[in-house]
T-cell receptor, first 113, second 112 residues
Framework: EAAVTQSPRNKVTVTGGNVTLSCRQT?????MYWYRQDTGHGLRLIHY???????QIGDVPDGYKATRTTQEDFFLLLELASPSQTSLYFC????????????FGPGTRLTVL | GEQVEQLPSILRVQEGSSASINCTYE??????FPWYKQEPGENPKLIID?????ERKQTQGLIVLLDKKAKRFSLHITDTQPGDSAMYFC???????????FGKGTSLVVHP
């Protein structure tokens, strides 16, 4: 069973705050993804990566940076958080790309006051 | 970006009846069609998938149909149970350097 972990699981910050969400997968998967989930919008892709040092832009990248430091670790950075970024964030990984199953982490609930 | 339309957004059925969710996609290069189930408070998990070399796949009360000509695929849940109540997402990743895209989800409610 593929394992994807996220930290923190819950985070509250204020407008303008700096937030880093962490994701780690221990399955030697090359592809990792960051999504946000909001009611009525489903899962929306923020950034994704094919491997360490690689970064691809998703569908809703504004206000987000990401960095893939190793094959295992993928970080999402909000440098000036805004209330519109209050959401449930999921990280996912897949073995050989999007034509294969994605394994999701447990999610991080972020609240920006 | 590539669009995947998923309907209906909300589906209410009686226990024991069947439920159907439909998705349409744009990119004819798509050749992998997964379905994910997300229970309340949980993460999405793959429940069934189909590749473009098949038209039908069935496993444990789930049936997936694929019509490549119409760019349409569907999930059918037979003999629904309250435990089937959840959000369901389809996806039709175009592959290559294209971005993976999910449908907006269907909230299935199975009434006892």
């Amino acid at each position: 069973e593929a394992a994807v972990t996220q930290s923190p699981r819950n985070k509250v910050t204020v407008t303008g705050g700096n937030v880093t969400l962490s994701c780690r997968q221990t399955n030697s998967h090359n592809y990792m993804y960051w999504y946000r989930q909001d009611t009525g919008h489903g899962l929306r892709l923020i950034h994704y990566s094919y491997g360490a040092g690689n970064l691809q832009i998703g569908d809703v990248p504004d206000g987000y940076k990401a960095t893939r430091t190793t094959q295992e670790d993928f970080f999402l950075l909000l440098e000036l958080a805004s209330p519109s970024q209050t959401s449930l964030y999921f990280c996912a990984s897949s073995d050989a790309g999007q034509n294969y199953e994605q394994y999701f982490g447990p999610g991080t609930r972020l609240t920006v006051l | 970006g590539e669009q995947v339309e998923q309907l209906p957004s909300i589906l209410r059925v009686q226990e024991g009846s069947s439920a159907s969710i439909n998705c349409t996609y744009e990119n004819s290069a798509s050749n992998y069609f997964p379905w994910y189930k997300q229970e309340p408070g949980e993460n999405p998990k793959l429940i069934i998938d189909i590749r473009s070399n098949m038209e039908r796949k069935q496993t444990q009360g789930l049936i997936v149909l694929l019509d490549k000509k119409a760019k349409r695929f569907s999930l059918h849940i037979t003999d629904t149970q309250p435990g089937d109540s959840a959000m369901y997402f389809c996806a039709a990743p175009p592959g290559g350097n294209y971005k993976p895209t999910f449908g907006k989800g269907t909230s299935l409610v199975v009434h006892p």
